[in-house]
């Protein structure tokens, strides 16, 4: 958005060097022409192409401005978040993303002039990764169905005017505040991770997974999350309370020997997007306190003894129904000593 050289005495713009093909200022003509290519589809703000869901659209936001002349009108900014997996195009003999130096963004097939404003351009890094097989306690590596998952993020900065449900921190949650340098405390940016999928047949999931060294889990108390969960706002099926459960696993890997706790998800109905989003009436809704994650770790270990008393085989799943509706598991042997992932 640098504003161009209009002739005067200062240049008003953002840098002096030139717009030329010698990126790296080497002086040398490299004719090598590797790299991957991303095609986004700029079309009107009532163009199919244009709306959430599509063209790699996760939010958009419409913010009345005044112009010039004293006039107002509605501008849309969208937030498009690509995938770097998601080219559609590579050109050369490039092998894979660790030796990229450059990115360039170029505009073509405009019949007339157009201006374009980016707020932001930067490389999001997600340490979850999509688990590769199914998710069940056969205890074997089967390799998972077809059905696509997004792995995404939501957060207050961005998205406090998602449709049809805009994002709210947890109330009980609160933003960590950062110094800036003028001695103004500016509260720094709270997200949380979405899983988004669509046809997911029944008894079948999809999941996303971290794993680190060696961690000591003995040394807390409770584990604890905030789940919500919600219909697409365009779904031809829709599903209802109990429908979907969220399982979450943690053990030396998440096949042969880990813990697990499946909760029954209540979904928030769309229509809650006309509360006041701010009113704790919304926010008890966008996150239902009985969909939240909130165990007490030493209960784990004691499923794990009742198992061992009961003769149960270790290489088959044990489970005990908690009073809240949520499901304890067990498989294999487990040490909270020793957790090396969480699905």
């Given amino acids: 958005n640098s504003p161009v050289n209009t002739g005067g005495e200062f240049s008003s713009a953002a840098t002096l060097y030139p717009d030329a093909e010698d990126l790296n200022r080497d002086n040398t003509l490299n004719e090598t022409e590797e790299y991957f290519q991303y095609t986004v589809d700029l079309k009107p703000t009532t163009a199919p192409e244009m709306q959430i869901g599509t063209n790699f659209i996760v939010d958009k936001k419409v913010v009345s401005v005044t112009l010039a002349n004293g006039r107002t009108r509605n501008e849309t900014w969208y937030q498009f978040r690509i995938p770097i997996g998601s080219h559609n195009k590579v050109v050369g003999n490039i092998p894979d993303f660790k030796s990229i130096r450059f990115i360039r963004m170029f505009l073509t097939d405009f019949e007339d002039d157009v201006v374009v404003r980016f707020g932001e351009l930067q490389l999001a890094r997600n340490i979850w990764r999509k688990f590769q097989y199914k998710v069940d306690s056969t205890g074997l590596y089967s390799p998972t169905s077809a059905v696509p998952l997004n792995v995404g993020a939501v957060n207050i900065e961005e998205n406090d005017q998602r449709s049809p449900l805009p994002y709210r921190t947890p109330r009980e949650i609160e933003r960590v505040q950062t110094l800036s340098n003028n001695g103004v405390n500016l509260l720094q940016n709270e997200q949380a991770m979405t ?66 706790i499946r909760i029954p998800l209540i979904p928030t109905p769309l229509s809650a997007g006309n509360l006041n989003p701010d009113s704790d009436a919304y926010n008890d809704t ?27 085989s270790p290489v088959q799943i044990f489970r005990e129904l908690q009073a809240n509706g949520h499901v304890y598991s067990v498989m294999g042997n487990p040490n909270l000593g020793e957790i090396r992932g969480i699905m």
């Fill in 195 to 260: 899983l988004q999928f669509c046809d997911l047949p029944k008894d079948d999931a999809k999941s996303v997974f971290q794993t680190f060294a060696n961690r000591d889990l003995r040394q807390f108390k409770k584990l604890s999350m905030y789940i919500h969960a919600e219909n697409a706002e365009k779904a031809a099926l829709s599903f209802g309370d109990r429908d979907l459960t969220a399982v979450i696993r943690m053990g030396n890997d998440f096949v042969n020997n880990y813990y697990e």
């Fill in 286 to 312: 966008l996150w239902n306190p009985r969909n939240s994650l909130n165990v007490d770790l030493h209960r784990l270990t004691q499923i794990k003894q009742d198992r061992n008393l009961s003769q149960v």
